[in-house]
């Protein structure tokens, strides 16, 4: 019915709006401190508490959101061969299973806020368990819409939701922990009853783990897959379910992790404004008489998107089709040739710092992360010469022509790239130079980067 249609779209624009202005918020907190800092030789109340648990809303509120779009990772290659019935029947089961983790996810995470925080804790002026009440509730709301995504016929829409009653047996743990919690006195056949779940589930739990991993090749999502296989381990050895929510909350709230998303948000205004051209154009001009001087422009280009952006497939997506026009129409490269040097040297701007990948490594492996940034430079620097030095070597055998040089052009090209030319400077230079801590750098990289492209 068009009310309910014209609700659904509300909701959606309501999540939409809170994420987006959560994560405007990561950037501003860290700024203002900086502002702080400075000016007033002081600090914000709080405000690394509250850009961790920022994070922790974008994270939940990112999840329920690529639920509803459809767009979780998966490994469904084939499936789109199979036939209509079949295909049906096996996205019942992947759904299944899908709802039947995320279920119990959601019991063990509101378990966990309920008995894993100090009710008197606050962070600024909100209860801690008001502020990670958003871990359930984004799994409430990706089970909901894995649910939506079952077939519409009776029985198959049935067994999709008997995933919910099987992830809430398989969590009874955690709903026992949540009723000795809000009731005054529970019956004591709930006993009774828990061990004899307890009893099925450790049975269960090893054959569990198996179809889980075997639907991850049908198209269950790879998040459900390894939350799941970890979930029924702990199911099956008798372990606290609520550790799991809570070594997520630990990780998504750590010291160093707003730094992904606010390097990646940099990189995403990058990557959607017309930066990418301004740079080709600049490198071109002043590069392009050189022998093999095209081949230099491409390796500094991609270098330079990957290291913020922090995948070498948005750095394709974004550049590739304009540099491979440069190299290929240009008369002077083979498309085989052009394809192989964007592709290849777009992963070298993954060594460089802010490193997407080297920040995640460094937090997971608690390494330092400015070590692990030096330690990639030279590394890098070796590929970046190397790949050029090849281009160099190509043009030359092949007798490349250049492009020729043009003073007007190659002003106009500076003035024109200017400020993004100032970008990769300003982050080594405050993040090195002790201006600014990681977090930091990564907010002062987002309002920079709005500020110059908008």
């Keep these: 019915p ?3 249609s014209r609700t659904l779209r509300g909701i959606f624009h309501f999540e939409d709006g809170v994420s987006s202005v959560v994560l405007l918020a990561i950037a501003v907190l860290p700024a203002l401190e900086i502002i702080a800092r400075l000016v007033f030789k002081t600090g914000i109340h709080s405000s690394a508490d509250m850009t961790h648990h920022l ?14 779009e459809g767009k979780h990772i998966t ?6 061969m199979m036939g209509g019935s079949l295909r049906s029947w096996i996205t019942t089961i992947t759904v299944f299973i899908s709802t039947t983790i995320a279920s119990a996810m959601v019991w063990s995470s509101l378990s966990l806020v309920l008995i894993g925080f100090d009710p ?15 871990i359930p509730l984004g799994f409430l709301l990706i089970t909901v819409r894995f649910l939506s995504r079952a077939p519409i016929r009776g029985l198959k829409r049935g067994l999709a939701a008997l995933g919910c009653l099987l992830g809430t047996v398989i969590a009874f743990s955690s709903v026992m922990n949540i009723l000795y919690t809000i009731l005054p006195q529970v019956p004591l056949f709930f006993d009774t009853l828990q061990e004899f779940l307890f009893r ?4 269960v739990a090893l054959v569990g783990v198996g179809i889980v991993i075997v639907s991850i090749f049908f198209g269950t999502p790879i998040f459900i897959v390894l939350g799941g296989v970890a979930y029924l381990l702990f199911v099956r050895s008798f372990g606290a379910l609520e550790v799991i929510p809570s070594e997520a909350y630990s990780m ?3 010291y160093s992790i707003p730094a992904i998303p606010l390097f990646t948000f940099a990189g995403f205004i990058l990557s959607e404004s017309k930066a990418g051209e301004r740079l080709v154009r600049l490198f071109r001009a002043w590069l392009g008489r050189l022998p093999g001087g095209l081949i230099v422009m491409t390796v500094l280009v991609c270098t330079f998107f990957t290291t913020f952006t922090g995948a070498t497939g948005v750095t394709i997506l974004a550049l590739g089709a304009l540099l491979a026009y440069v190299l290929v129409e240009s008369g002077r490269y083979k498309t085989d040739f052009a394809n192989g040097l964007i592709t290849g040297s777009g ?3 993954l060594l460089f710092p802010p490193s997407l990948p080297i920040i995640l490594y460094g937090v997971i492996a608690q390494i330092n992360i400015k070590q692990m940034f030096v330690g990639g430079i030279l590394p890098g620097l070796l590929m970046v010469i190397t790949i050029c030095g090849i281009g160099v070597f190509t043009a030359v055998t092949h007798k490349v022509k250049p492009v020729p040089f043009q003073i007007k052009e190659a002003v106009a090209s500076i003035k024109d790239s200017f400020w993004e030319i100032l970008l990769p400077l300003i982050i080594l230079l405050g993040y090195f130079g002790g201006l600014f801590t990681l977090v930091e750098t990564g907010a002062v990289a987002v309002i920079y980067a709005l500020v110059i492209e908008l």
């Design 2 to 4: 068009l009310p309910y």
């Design 75 to 80: 490994l469904s290659a084939g499936l789109e």
């Design 252 to 254: 998504l709230t750590g």
């Design 200 to 203: 099925i589930s450790e049975r």
């Design 347 to 349: 992963s070298i701007g």
């Design 120 to 134: 008197s804790k606050r962070i600024a002026f909100i209860p801690i368990q008001i502020a990670v009440a958003v």
């Design 55 to 68: 994070v922790l809303w974008l994270t939940c509120l990112g999840g329920a959101i690529t639920s509803r």
